[in-house]
């Protein structure tokens, strides 16, 4: 008989009052814990602690915890200036290969260079919790939902440190699960019924809700008449299954890699009255046998992720984009089709070509027998401000209907 073992976590350690002292450390982006911890209050000057944060640091809160949000604010505009200056320099940054990166890609690859140096400074300010995450300082909020949506009920394992920018996002999080998301497209397929989705901790939010329209309008393949049976690859919320079965499918199988979406899918199927039209399953990329239809919105940007939620925009290699389509004939039903729901955003970053795209398809023995197309609507296509305005403005989301080539 083999005896479960104790799950094992990364350990944060400091001194204070002259002893040692130690507490589970919370990252979703799984970076190991500083090795250098000071203690920090409302005494200490941001100038200071946005030295100390640079050098990597880490400021341990023992002051009043709204001074410390405030302190988190200061670092930040400190971190806007110097990237403003630094964008305007535009230095040439080598890509991976080490060779030149085209210009065209510069300002993505500086915009990403410079977000992961301002996420690494800004997450220095930590915060300390104990076993029922609650937090020893003054005017600190109540945080036990929110800890609980993203980490689980406490289990009464000890102190855990967590840094207070990811506290805020767990924060953020919970209100987002609680309000959560208008889709149009759900409430014009059943007008009486439910329309919003509600993303958890982790689950990528389906803000950008232009793909959805696409999906809600697309012709359904007549393939459906005689097998009435979709896969929705990477579910993530489960937003695309319940448009799918609002458009009368009798069956959807969503699956997933990520339990956490699949939890979350299976909250909103319920709470939209569609769960027993789908079927969810943890695997990469396909269930078992053929569908008439399957449809995957796979992250749009060929780039590495900086955290767990950033793969639903950003994939290596466009490892799912290419998994999907190398794959998917195997798992259509004759007559049925395959619909790709991708911006052309990485193709104006010059992260990737139309012509890359069409070749991957024509590789996987694939036609294209149709498109729709639509244009963003969020605020960042609108910004000119913005360093990526130029690629912003041009995106174009398009639904590509896919058949077994003949």
């Given at each position: 008989m083999t005896t479960a073992q104790p799950e094992r976590f990364a350990t944060i350690h400091w001194e204070e009052g002259g002893e040692p002292r130690s507490a589970r450390w919370r990252c979703e982006r799984g970076t190991a814990p500083s090795a250098r911890v000071v203690l920090a209050d409302d005494t200490m000057p941001a100038d200071v602690a946005y030295r100390l944060a640079c050098e990597g640091t880490a400021l341990l809160w023992r002051g009043d915890f709204q001074n410390a949000r405030m302190l988190l604010q200061s670092l930040a505009r400190r971190l806007d200036k110097t990237g403003e200056r630094k964008a305007k320099k535009k230095p040439a940054a080598p890509s991976a290969s080490g060779m030149p990166t085209p210009q065209v890609a510069l300002p993505f690859h500086q915009q990403r260079h410079l977000q992961a140096q301002r996420a690494r400074v800004l997450s220095m300010v930590l915060i300390e919790l104990d076993a029922q995450y609650e937090i020893a300082l003054r005017r600190a909020p109540e945080v036990q939902a929110p800890c609980t949506d993203a980490w689980g009920a406490p289990q009464g394992d000890g102190a855990q440190v967590v840094s207070l920018r990811e506290l805020q996002a767990l924060v953020g999080a919970h209100e987002w699960r609680k309000k959560g998301v208008e889709i149009p497209a759900l409430a014009k397929l059943a007008p009486k019924g439910y329309d919003r989705i509600h993303p958890h901790y982790g689950v990528f939010s389906p803000v950008r809700g232009e793909y959805v329209d696409l999906i809600a309008q697309a012709p359904l393949p007549t393939a459906l008449a005689k097998k009435s049976l979709a896969y929705d690859i990477g579910t993530g919320t489960g937003v695309i299954a319940a448009v799918l079965a609002r458009r009368g499918i009798q069956k959807i199988v969503a699956t997933d890699t990520d339990p956490r979406a699949l939890i979350c899918a299976r909250e909103n199927l319920e709470r939209l009255g569609v769960d027993q039209k789908v079927e969810l399953a943890q695997t990469d990329l396909f269930p078992e046998g053929k569908a008439a239809l399957v449809v995957c919105n796979p992250p749009w940007v060929p780039a590495k992720p900086s955290a767990p939620v950033e793969r639903a925009v950003y994939d290596e290699g466009s490892r799912m984009l290419r998994g999907f389509l190398?794959?998917?004939?195997?798992?259509?039903?004759?007559?049925?089709?395959?619909?790709?729901?991708?911006?052309?955003?990485?193709?104006?970053?010059?992260?990737?070509?139309?012509?890359?795209?069409?070749?991957?398809?024509?590789?996987?023995?694939?036609?294209?027998?149709?498109?729709?197309?639509?244009?963003p609507r969020h605020a960042k296509a609108q910004d000119s401000a913005n360093p990526l305005h130029q690629a912003r403005a041009a995106e174009m989301t398009t639904l590509w209907r896919l058949q077994v080539g003949w």
């Amino acid at each position: 008989m083999t005896t479960a073992q104790p799950e094992r976590f990364a350990t944060i350690h400091w001194e204070e009052g002259g002893e040692p002292r130690s507490a589970r450390w919370r990252c979703e982006r799984g970076t190991a814990p500083s090795a250098r911890v000071v203690l920090a209050d409302d005494t200490m000057p941001a100038d200071v602690a946005y030295r100390l944060a640079c050098e990597g640091t880490a400021l341990l809160w023992r002051g009043d915890f709204q001074n410390a949000r405030m302190l988190l604010q200061s670092l930040a505009r400190r971190l806007d200036k110097t990237g403003e200056r630094k964008a305007k320099k535009k230095p040439a940054a080598p890509s991976a290969s080490g060779m030149p990166t085209p210009q065209v890609a510069l300002p993505f690859h500086q915009q990403r260079h410079l977000q992961a140096q301002r996420a690494r400074v800004l997450s220095m300010v930590l915060i300390e919790l104990d076993a029922q995450y609650e937090i020893a300082l003054r005017r600190a909020p109540e945080v036990q939902a929110p800890c609980t949506d993203a980490w689980g009920a406490p289990q009464g394992d000890g102190a855990q440190v967590v840094s207070l920018r990811e506290l805020q996002a767990l924060v953020g999080a919970h209100e987002w699960r609680k309000k959560g998301v208008e889709i149009p497209a759900l409430a014009k397929l059943a007008p009486k019924g439910y329309d919003r989705i509600h993303p958890h901790y982790g689950v990528f939010s389906p803000v950008r809700g232009e793909y959805v329209d696409l999906i809600a309008q697309a012709p359904l393949p007549t393939a459906l008449a005689k097998k009435s049976l979709a896969y929705d690859i990477g579910t993530g919320t489960g937003v695309i299954a319940a448009v799918l079965a609002r458009r009368g499918i009798q069956k959807i199988v969503a699956t997933d890699t990520d339990p956490r979406a699949l939890i979350c899918a299976r909250e909103n199927l319920e709470r939209l009255g569609v769960d027993q039209k789908v079927e969810l399953a943890q695997t990469d990329l396909f269930p078992e046998g053929k569908a008439a239809l399957v449809v995957c919105n796979p992250p749009w940007v060929p780039a590495k992720p900086s955290a767990p939620v950033e793969r639903a925009v950003y994939d290596e290699g466009s490892r799912m984009l290419r998994g999907f389509l190398a794959g998917v004939s195997a798992h259509l039903a004759p007559g049925g089709e395959a619909w790709l729901i991708l911006s052309d955003f990485a193709e104006h970053l010059g992260l990737r070509s139309r012509e890359e795209l069409l070749s991957w398809i024509a590789e996987a023995g694939l036609q294209v027998v149709g498109k729709n197309q639509i244009r963003p609507r969020h605020a960042k296509a609108q910004d000119s401000a913005n360093p990526l305005h130029q690629a912003r403005a041009a995106e174009m989301t398009t639904l590509w209907r896919l058949q077994v080539g003949w």
